[in-house]
């Protein structure tokens, strides 16, 4: 059973077919998926699921804080499960790998008191780029 799973259990989330094959879509340490990605894969499991569910069940997942919509350039937004343990990404700027990556050291506290401008700083986003070895070896 997934973290996901476990965790939507947890909440009392009515756990209907559909919305079990979505969630374990989305099951793994690395996954990054688009919603089209999630309704092929989910398909697979049960061909009767609409594309409008698997889009309304990416809604909710990430209206209830569940799943992360990640957008790290101008293609598609994939939806992250990793949503509970702070993390980056780093990305193949060539084929749009997407792979979680948990840098030390407090990406807060790296901003410096003149550089802040009077804001107060709750979150932050680091997208390391570069090149994968698939993409690198080709």
């Given at each position: 059973?997934?973290?996901?799973?476990?965790?939507?259990?947890?909440?009392?989330?009515?756990?209907?077919?559909?919305?079990?094959?979505?969630?374990e879509v989305?099951?793994?340490?690395?996954?990054?998926?688009?919603?089209?990605?999630v309704h092929a894969r989910a398909v697979a499991k049960l061909p009767e699921?609409?594309?409008?569910?698997?889009?309304?069940?990416?809604?909710?997942?990430?209206?209830?804080?569940?799943?992360?919509?990640v957008s790290t350039d101008k293609r598609a937004k994939r939806y992250d499960p990793n949503a509970h343990r702070p993390h980056q990404h780093l990305v193949c700027g060539q084929c749009g790998a997407i792979r979680d990556?948990?840098?030390?050291?407090?990406p807060l506290a790296d901003l410096p008191d003149t550089e802040r401008f009077g804001f107060t700083i709750?979150?932050?986003?680091?997208t390391y780029r570069g090149v994968c070895p698939n993409c690198a070896g080709a």
């Open positions: 059973m997934s973290d996901l799973l476990e965790r939507l259990r947890g909440r009392g989330w009515r756990m209907t077919a559909q919305r079990r094959v979505v969630a989305l099951d793994g340490e690395h996954v990054h998926l688009t919603a089209d990605e699921i609409s594309r409008a569910t698997v889009y309304n069940t990416l809604g909710e997942l990430v209206s209830l804080g569940e799943v992360i919509e990556v948990h840098p030390s050291g407090n709750s979150d932050v986003e680091v």
